[in-house]
C-alpha cells in the first residue's frame, strides 16, 4: 500500500526501478497490452465462445 503522500507509480525499491528503466517492465499505470495483441486475444476468444455456442446448438437441434 502507498502511505500518504507516495504516488502509486512510483517504484518501492531500488530493484523494481531498475527493472522498469532498464528492462523495460511495465509500470502499474501502463496495464494495457497493445492493440494488435488485444485484437488478436478478442477473436481467439470469440471465436472459442462461438465455436462453443454453435456446437451446443447443433447438438440440441440436429440430435
Known amino acids: 500500500m502507498a502511505d ?3 504516488r502509486k507509480d ?3 525499491n531500488d530493484a523494481v ?3 522498469q528503466k532498464v528492462e ?3 509500470k502499474p499505470t501502463e ?3 497493445p492493440l494488435p495483441i488485444r485484437l ?3 477473436f481467439l476468444f470469440g ?3 462461438l465455436m462453443l455456442l454453435f456446437g451446443l446448438l447443433g447438438n440440441f ?3
Open 40 to 42: 488478436i486475444g478478442y
Open 24 to 26: 523495460g517492465q511495465l
Open 47 to 49: 471465436g472459442i465462445a
Open 10 to 12: 512510483q517504484p518501492f
Open 31 to 33: 496495464g494495457k497490452l
Open 17 to 19: 526501478e531498475h527493472q
Open 4 to 6: 500518504k503522500g507516495e
Open 61 to 63: 437441434l440436429f440430435n
